[in-house]
């Protein structure tokens, strides 16, 4: 299988330009110069850098420049501290993988189609040039089953488009069911040699996400260790409804790296039967686990990486419920690292 070379392992500074108030304060000071150079101390090769549309694009569809002067920093910060760079559009006008963003119609609007493609022809245009340093992720998280059809084919159209100034930029596509490593065989057939697949792993989602106040169902105060036995995960997840994702993707006896191994399987087969390369753009446990959990969890998910040669980005790096340089899972910052 191909392997991404310069985009093996990363980590996501969601929360900066992406999922939370883009005010001038927020922008300027939640991440700095200062950050990645700690990241790259850490041996990382690249960052995830999710973007909202509304810190560059107007609702009449014109640009913000103050918004990319963010990005322009970013970038000369990564450049400066030899870091490669997803650019990943998080939301867009009409779609967003969290419903309470209240953005609706997008796979089936033009108007809003075309703010998505001219959006990416911007992103292009001013970043084409960097296609060895810097890929484009179209859209984050596809949830819906019956949006894939549409999706792939704005996805195709869009990337015609950005061919125009970046004919040879990476450019990631994933599928549905948020971007699950299920639904890889799902994306449309590589339109050029230069297609990731991605996807993204936060299974088995009762540990991955124990407690957290947006999963329907989820009780405050649930916690779960891992590895766990498949009698006492089946038992837990009896108590949920609609949370348990992959119930077909229990393992017989034990959560460990095995079950990594099954669940990627057929994703890994897809990519070598394209000759297309496979990316998991996010994945990560909230910092409500267990520490040693946590890095267990790593543990074996990590092996299977590297067994496939398959790229990856920690989500997160900071906040966001999951961040491993602030709250609880700091303490084990330096073996999640090891482990990522």
């Known amino acids: 299988m191909k392997k991404w070379n310069g985009y093996q392992r990363g980590i996501n500074l969601g929360g900066w330009l992406s999922?939370?108030?883009?005010?001038?304060?927020?922008?300027?000071?939640?991440?700095?110069?200062?950050?990645i150079e700690k990241i790259a101390g850490w041996k990382f090769d690249h960052i995830r850098?999710?973007?909202?549309?509304?810190?560059?694009?107007?609702?009449?569809?014109?640009?913000?420049?103050?918004?990319?002067?963010?990005?322009?920093?970013?970038?000369?910060?990564?450049?400066?501290?030899?870091l490669n760079i997803i650019l990943d559009l998080h939301k867009t006008a009409g779609f967003s993988f969290d419903e309470g963003e209240g953005e609706r119609g997008f796979f089936y609007n033009e108007d809003m189609i075309s703010r998505f493609v001219s959006l990416w022809t911007e992103f292009?245009?001013?970043?084409?040039?960097?296609?060895?340093?810097?890929?484009?992720?179209?859209?984050n998280e596809i949830v819906e089953e019956c949006d894939n059809e549409p999706w792939q084919k704005i996805a195709e159209r869009t990337v015609k488009e950005i061919r125009r100034y970046a004919p040879e930029t990476k450019i990631l596509i994933g599928s549905y069911m948020n971007n699950s490593v299920l639904t890889v065989k799902n994306i449309a057939m590589p339109f050029d040699e230069n297609i990731v697949y991605n996807f993204h792993c936060y299974e088995p989602l009762i540990f991955t996400h124990q407690g957290a106040y947006w999963v329907k169902n989820m009780p405050a105060d649930f916690k779960i260790k891992y590895p766990v036995s498949r009698e006492e995960f089946l038992a837990e997840s009896e108590r949920f409804d609609n949370i348990l994702s992959f119930e077909w993707a229990v393992p017989e006896d034990r959560f460990n790296k095995d079950y990594f191994e099954n669940l990627f399987s057929e994703a890994v087969e897809t990519a070598e039967e394209r000759d297309v390369m496979i990316y998991?753009?996010?994945?990560?446990?909230?910092?409500?686990?267990?520490?040693?959990?946590?890095?267990?969890?790593?543990?074996?998910?990590?092996?299977?990486?590297?067994?496939?040669?398959?790229?990856?980005?920690?989500?997160?790096?900071?906040?966001?419920?999951?961040?491993?340089s602030d709250g609880r899972l700091s303490i084990v910052q330096n073996d999640i690292i090891e482990n990522s």
Do not use: M
């Open 280 to 324: 998991c753009g996010e994945y990560g446990v909230i910092e409500l686990a267990d520490p040693e959990s946590a890095v267990n969890w790593y543990r074996d998910i990590h092996n299977v990486f590297e067994k496939y040669g398959i790229g990856r980005a920690i989500w997160c790096y900071k906040g966001k419920d999951f961040g491993i």
């Open 124 to 139: 292009a245009e001013r970043y084409g040039k960097f296609s060895k340093n810097i890929a484009f992720e179209l859209l």
């Open 49 to 82: 850098l999710p973007i909202d549309y509304n810190l560059v694009q107007n609702n009449d569809g014109s640009f913000i420049e103050s918004g990319f002067e963010y990005i322009d920093s970013f970038i000369e910060w990564c450049r400066k501290y030899s």
């Open 19 to 35: 999922q939370n108030v883009l005010t001038k304060e927020h922008c300027d000071t939640f991440i700095t110069e200062s950050d």
